[in-house]
């Protein structure tokens, strides 16, 4: 079964800076997409990003094109989600996640999830 579990969470400003990380263990199959959800207040849980495990593709939904950027280190098992430029509707929930591959990063098709780490983006 695989495990994951996030750290990095915290209070920061608009502008600041985050580094989220998620430890893995527990893959059956070499093969499989990781990343991030994110639940914000009163709002439903939606895509961030994620990475292929296989080729090192990656996704990013649009709000955070150019500002989150995520990685893998294969030999710590551990997935990374460097946040900079934070904005205040980043603020929420961040679920580390895995699903078969990229195209299956959807709620309905996720294997495992993490027990989330809170950031709040707020002056």
């Known amino acids: 079964q695989v495990q994951l579990v996030e750290s990095g969470g915290g209070l920061v400003q608009p502008g600041d800076s985050l580094r989220l990380s998620c430890a893995a263990s527990?893959?059956?199959?070499?093969?499989?997409?990781i990343g991030w959800f994110r639940r914000a207040p009163g709002k439903e849980r939606e895509t961030v990003s994620c990475?292929?495990?296989?080729?090192?593709?990656?996704y990013y939904r649009d709000a955070v094109k150019g500002r989150f950027t995520i990685s893998r280190d294969n030999v710590k098992n551990t997935v990374y989600l460097q946040m900079n430029n934070l904005k205040p509707e980043d603020t929420g929930v961040y679920y580390c996640?895995?699903?078969?591959?990229?195209?299956?990063?959807?709620?309905?098709?996720?294997?495992?999830w993490g027990q989330g780490t809170q950031v709040t983006v707020s002056s």
């Open positions: 990475i292929s495990s296989s080729d090192g593709r990656t």
């Open positions: 527990g893959f059956t199959s070499a093969s499989y997409a």
């Open positions: 996640a895995t699903a078969r591959s990229i195209p299956f990063f959807v709620i309905a098709e996720i294997n495992s």
